[in-house]
């Protein structure tokens, strides 16, 4: 058996060595390192794939969330309203550009905001909800949306864990994570769903004044070569990284697809376990398992962790501390107590190995000794 790993990048690449290496020495040839034609053929593709208007590559998954901020016309204090179950970046963002995170409880079965305390949670200075489809599925967007048209207020996804994931509305119409707030945000790092080989993010929207607008900020807030409208960053998406990409994306459906059916074999195994509860995918979204994730109780998680790696298995907690207690936030206020639905998933969550390459008999292995080190 092939030793076990949470992300298998190595076995992915052996699969797609051919084209991945042409189209490296393709960009060595060329030197177009920087803007080459590959950033502007996978950003193309991109949009098609998503079936958005235009998709904006930037250096990684935070700087797009910054970028999404920095668009919108905001001033220091003004309020962002988020989840506290999630990596650090969503929330970074706000304070780095001095506005202020609000945060908002999630739901236990989704591990997503729960929408019903979105609208307690707005004042006046409110401006914002960056939603996070967390481990790969999609937020209540159609509540989402509708408390924020009624409170006027932008909607930037966090989607840097749900790349392929489907929202359906009520009406039947489908439309793609990210796509469906102003603007969506994505991280292309190497273990993401859709991931490059170095860093890379992008940026979403059908909103053509916020796309040239963000187009501009990626590049120094250049909007006619050497005359800058504002301060804007650097972050850009090199040419080996979009062609890297552009391969990658005709094989996201199928990766993704490799990643749910590990996740029905976990599903299966764990079923009606006393002490685990499987994820729970909401009717109206599809779960592309970005991670795997289980709740347990009445086990010692560290012992259980302690015991898998021995047997050659990683398992990693996402995420063990809640953004409101992490030092960082101190200045925020946030106490234990404060959003005692996340504090608990904190305390109870394992993400499992999860990624497109799982062969059966790793599978098999993980839910065995995953079983028995439970007892
Ligand atoms: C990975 C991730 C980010 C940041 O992406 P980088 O490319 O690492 O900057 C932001 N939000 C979430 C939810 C993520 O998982």
Same mark, same amino acid.
């Given at each position: 058996?092939?030793?076990?790993?949470?992300?298998?990048?190595?076995?992915?690449?052996?699969?797609?060595?051919?084209?991945i290496?042409?189209?490296?020495?393709?960009?060595?040839?060329?030197?177009?390192?920087?803007?080459?034609?590959?950033?502007?053929?996978?950003?193309?593709?991109?949009?098609?794939?998503?079936?958005?208007?235009?998709?904006?590559?930037?250096?990684?998954?935070?700087?797009?969330?910054?970028?999404?901020?920095?668009?919108?016309?905001? =001033?220091p204090?003004? /309020?962002?309203?988020?989840?506290?179950?999630?990596?650090?970046a969503?929330?970074e963002?706000?304070?780095?550009?001095? !506005?202020?995170?609000?945060?908002?409880?999630?739901?236990?079965?989704?591990?997503? !905001?729960?929408?019903?305390?979105? /609208?307690?949670?707005?004042?006046?200075?409110?401006?914002?909800?960056?939603?996070?489809?967390?481990?790969?599925?999609?937020?209540?967007?159609?509540?989402?949306?509708?408390?924020?048209?009624?409170?006027?207020?932008f909607?930037?996804?966090?989607?840097?864990q749900?790349?392929?994931? /489907?929202?359906?509305?009520?009406?039947?119409?489908?439309?793609?994570?990210?796509?469906?707030?102003?603007?969506?945000?994505?991280s292309?790092?190497?273990?993401?769903?859709?991931?490059?080989?170095?860093?890379?993010?992008?940026?979403?929207?059908?909103?053509?004044?916020?796309?040239?607008?963000?187009?501009?900020?990626?590049?120094?807030?250049?909007?006619?070569?050497?005359?800058?409208?504002?301060?804007?960053?650097?972050?850009?998406?090199?040419?080996? =990284?979009?062609?890297?990409?552009?391969?990658?994306?005709?094989?996201?459906?199928?990766?993704?697809?490799?990643?749910? =059916?590990?996740?029905?074999?976990?599903?299966?195994?764990?079923?009606?376990?006393?002490?685990?509860?499987?994820?729970?995918?909401?009717?109206?979204?599809?779960?592309v398992?970005? =991670?795997?994730?289980?709740?347990?109780?009445?086990?010692?998680?560290?012992?259980?962790?302690?015991?898998?790696?021995?047997?050659?298995?990683?398992?990693?907690?996402?995420?063990?501390?809640?953004?409101?207690?992490?030092?960082?936030?101190?200045?925020?206020?946030?106490?234990?107590?404060?959003?005692?639905?996340?504090?608990?998933?904190?305390?109870?969550?394992?993400?499992?190995?999860?990624?497109?390459?799982?062969?059966?008999?790793?599978?098999?292995?993980?839910?065995?000794? !995953? !079983?028995?080190n439970?007892?």
């Amino acid at each position: 058996m092939k030793p076990i790993q949470m992300v298998d990048l190595k076995s992915q690449y052996q699969k797609i060595k051919p084209e991945i290496d042409q189209c490296i020495a393709e960009i060595l040839n060329s030197a177009a390192f920087i803007n080459g034609s590959a950033v502007k053929s996978f950003q193309e593709n991109l949009e098609k794939y998503l079936s958005v208007k235009h998709v904006i590559s930037c250096g990684n998954g935070t700087d797009a969330l910054q970028v999404a901020l920095m668009a919108i016309n905001l =001033q220091p204090g003004d /309020e962002i309203i988020t989840t506290p179950f999630t990596f650090i970046a969503t929330a970074e963002v706000v304070a780095l550009l001095k !506005l202020k995170t609000v945060f908002v409880d999630v739901e236990p079965d989704t591990f997503n !905001l729960n929408v019903d305390l979105i /609208e307690p949670a707005i004042t006046p200075k409110t401006k914002a909800i960056v939603p996070v489809h967390l481990f790969g599925q999609c937020c209540d967007m159609e509540k989402i949306m509708k408390i924020a048209e009624k409170h006027n207020l932008f909607v930037i996804e966090d989607a840097c864990q749900a790349i392929g994931a /489907e929202y359906t509305f009520k009406n039947g119409k489908t439309q793609k994570a990210g796509t469906i707030g102003h603007i969506g945000c994505t991280s292309f790092f190497p273990s993401k769903n859709l991931g490059c080989y170095g860093d890379g993010g992008a940026i979403f929207t059908n909103d053509d004044r916020l796309a040239k607008k963000m187009r501009g900020i990626v590049n120094h807030g250049m909007f006619v070569r050497y005359y800058h409208e504002m301060i804007g960053v650097n972050s850009r998406l090199d040419s080996i =990284q979009a062609a890297v990409l552009d391969v990658k994306l005709k094989h996201l459906d199928e990766y993704n697809a490799a990643r749910h =059916q590990t996740a029905e074999y976990y599903n299966r195994a764990f079923a009606n376990h006393p002490n685990i509860t499987t994820p729970v995918i909401e009717v109206c979204t599809t779960h592309v398992f970005h =991670q795997y994730t289980l709740r347990i109780k009445d086990v010692n998680r560290d012992e259980l962790i302690k015991k898998m790696n021995e047997a050659g298995i990683p398992v990693m907690i996402y995420y063990p501390v809640p953004l409101h207690l992490q030092k960082a936030f101190a200045d925020l206020g946030g106490r234990k107590g404060d959003f005692p639905v996340t504090e608990a998933l904190c305390d109870c969550v394992i993400s499992l190995p999860m990624h497109s390459e799982m062969e059966e008999e790793q599978a098999e292995y993980i839910v065995k000794r !995953l !079983l028995e080190n439970l007892v």
